[in-house]
């Protein structure tokens, strides 16, 4: 089993920005996908990112596209998210999670972080 940590997270103003790390420790990351997840409050677990293990495929929800960019540092068992021109409407906790990639984008990855939270103000 592979442990994840998120973090990164915080408070910003609306048009900053912020990079999240998602750190993977034990089997780390096995050639598995990771994708970003976000849940605010009231609302269902989405998915907003996702990467292939070698980084060549990638996915971002239309609410992101343009604005979050995930990448991977295999070497060091890190991926990162990205987020730049954050909207109040991001403010979630987001979360990391890890296996193949069927898995990740139906949200039945096995493996997943703790969280970590984002606030937007206006």
């Known amino acids: 089993q592979v442990q994840l940590v998120e973090s990164g997270g915080g408070l910003v103003q609306a048009g900053d920005s912020l990079r999240l790390s998602c750190a993977a420790s034990?089997?780390?990351?096995?050639?598995?996908?990771v994708g970003w997840f976000r849940q605010a409050p009231g609302k269902e677990r989405e998915l907003v990112a996702a990467?292939?293990?070698?980084?060549?495929?990638?996915y971002y929800a239309d609410s992101v596209k343009g604005r979050f960019t995930a990448s991977r540092d295999n070497a060091n068992n890190t991926t990162y998210l990205q987020m730049n021109k954050l909207k109040p409407e991001d403010t979630a906790v987001y979360y990391c999670?890890?296996?193949?990639?069927?898995?990740?984008?139906?949200?039945?990855?096995?493996?997943w972080g703790q969280g970590t939270q984002v606030t937007v103000s206006p």
């Open positions: 034990g089997r780390t990351f096995s050639g598995n996908a």
């Open positions: 999670a890890s296996d193949r990639w069927a898995r990740i984008t139906t949200a039945r990855a096995n493996s």
């Open positions: 990467i292939s293990w070698s980084g060549g495929s990638t």
